[in-house]
């Protein structure tokens, strides 16, 4: 007896197999792989998703826990006829907790909604990005998410209090509950955030709260290049405030995204690079912005007057990934380094790029304060689809070499997914990757759990 004839257990609308489903839920931001799942399942309850691994188990089915998919590591696909348990139906949000500052997510919540629950008690769950209208809470967990906000925040880990897990085998942990302080031994929380779902299926989760920021001030300088903006960094970690974010984007970035939206280019000129500061509990801004631009740290600035201008600002910076898709294909990576070693970094990548691959457009954007970049390498326009990946196949390896050259990371945020499994080793020793497969084999022992991601197919499927 197979796994779908095993369904009449679950509810008559648990499962289905109609093909354009089935492609839109196979496929993730990535888009480069062809999505052919066999079955989509959607849980309303932990005891359904508990329920349906043990089965899965038995039958040794292949399943992919799925989110918003708005992921670009492609850990969220499912091209070879793998099961997909989307948590979408699980979007309960219980009431706040205002005094323990927490409150208590299905997997499925979506996390701008998460926003919008917490806001009207002055309290906010500080994991914010451009994807944040519809990707959810146990994805970002599973991904451990990073964003615009981690600067001041940290990732996503720093933000989850509890998490319910349900293993491959059926198996349901309730781990850390709500508690800030648990000082029981090695925190089994950690294992699966950021194990993009190779380890266990997170149901639910405590989600730690902030209080909302009162005000934040945005500015945007333009630079001459990366140099300078790293001398503006290192002015303002030392302003008359708190950082909530420092993003970098460069002209042929700004250049794009403008000839994409009708949006309004707020300098006269043309720099090498520009910066959006975000700063709250500012004092004195007329001061430090004066002082900027007499030590010769910035060429332009515009500081936004109100809520509106703010907003502007902010788009130039995240419309920044979308209007490179609109107006080519891009290559992306998200690669991390220690911040000191960002314009070393970028000026050997543009020296790889421009000896080797003359004629690919590098454009660069990213959280700068958190030493994360996005590397986006464009098509030329008379280079065909397919040379263009196989070469990009030859390039990553070059790069990922430098980064490690650099003491940096192949994924600062994206994860690993199936777009960089095969890059594991730039970044982890061969002890950590054994460690890797050993936690592998033992919390999921049949491999079903979204095999092929982060440590490719070694693991056994079935024994
Ligand atoms: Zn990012």
Redesign the pocket.
């Known amino acids: 007896m197979n796994l779908r004839d095993r369904l009449a257990d679950f509810p008559a609308d648990f499962a289905t197999d109609d093909p354009s489903t089935l492609a839109e839920y196979g496929r993730d931001w990535t888009k480069v792989h062809t999505p052919s799942p066999s079955l989509l399942v959607r849980p309303r309850t932990t005891d359904e998703v508990s329920r349906f691994l043990r089965l899965a188990s038995a039958e040794n089915v292949a399943v992919v826990p799925s989110g918003g998919r708005t992921g670009l590591a492609g850990g969220a696909v499912a091209a070879r006829g793998e099961v997909v348990l989307s948590l979408e139906r699980m979007r309960r949000m219980d009431p706040v907790d205002t005094l323990g500052a927490t409150v208590r997510v299905q997997a499925g919540a979506i996390t701008e909604q998460v926003h919008q629950h917490c806001a009207p008690l002055g309290l906010t769950w500080p994991v914010d ?1 451009a994807s944040k209208g519809s990707s959810q809470v146990g994805g970002n967990i599973a991904t451990n998410a ?2 615009v906000k981690v600067i001041r925040y940290g990732l996503t880990r720093n933000w989850v209090l509890g998490l319910e897990v349900v293993l491959a085998d059926g198996t349901v942990l309730e781990l850390n509950g709500a508690l800030e302080k648990n000082n029981t031994g090695a925190d089994l929380r950690q294992l699966f955030i950021g194990s993009e779902g190779t380890l266990g299926v997170i149901t639910e989760a405590t989600l730690k709260l902030t209080r909302l920021p009162a005000r934040l001030d945005v500015m945007l300088f333009a630079v001459a290049d990366l140099s300078a903006a790293v001398a503006l960094f290192r002015a303002a970690r030392k302003g008359p405030f708190t950082l909530s974010a420092f993003e970098v984007f460069s002209d042929r970035c700004l250049a794009r995204l403008l000839s994409h939206r009708k949006l309004r280019d707020p300098f006269a000129e043309r720099h090498g690079y520009y910066v959006l500061v975000e700063a709250e509990a500012a004092e004195d801004l007329e001061g430090f912005t004066t002082k900027l631009f007499e030590d010769g740290l910035a060429a332009d600035g515009v500081l936004a007057q109100h809520g509106g201008q703010a907003a502007e600002l902010w788009g130039l910076r995240e419309g920044i990934s979308e209007s490179l898709s609109a107006t080519g294909l891009p290559h992306k990576n ?1 690669v991390a380094l220690p911040v000191a070693a960002l314009e070393a970094f970028t000026q050997d990548l543009e020296a790889l790029v421009a000896a080797e691959y003359p004629g690919f457009e590098v454009n660069i954007f ?2 700068m304060g958190d030493g ?1 970049l ?1 590397v986006n390498v464009m098509k030329p326009e008379s280079m065909d689809r397919a040379a263009f990946l196989a070469t990009t196949k030859r390039l990553d390896p070059q790069m990922f070499e430098l980064v490690k050259r650099h003491h940096g990371s192949i994924s600062a ?1 994206h994860g690993i997914g199936l777009l960089k499994r095969d890059y594991l080793s730039y970044s982890r020793s061969p002890a950590e990757i054994a460690l890797l497969r050993g936690l592998k084999a033992t919390l999921d022992p049949r491999g079903i759990l979204n095999p092929g991601k982060i440590l490719g197919d070694s693991v056994p499927q079935s024994r």
């Open positions: 990005f990073g964003g998200d990213g959280h994360n996005h945020e």
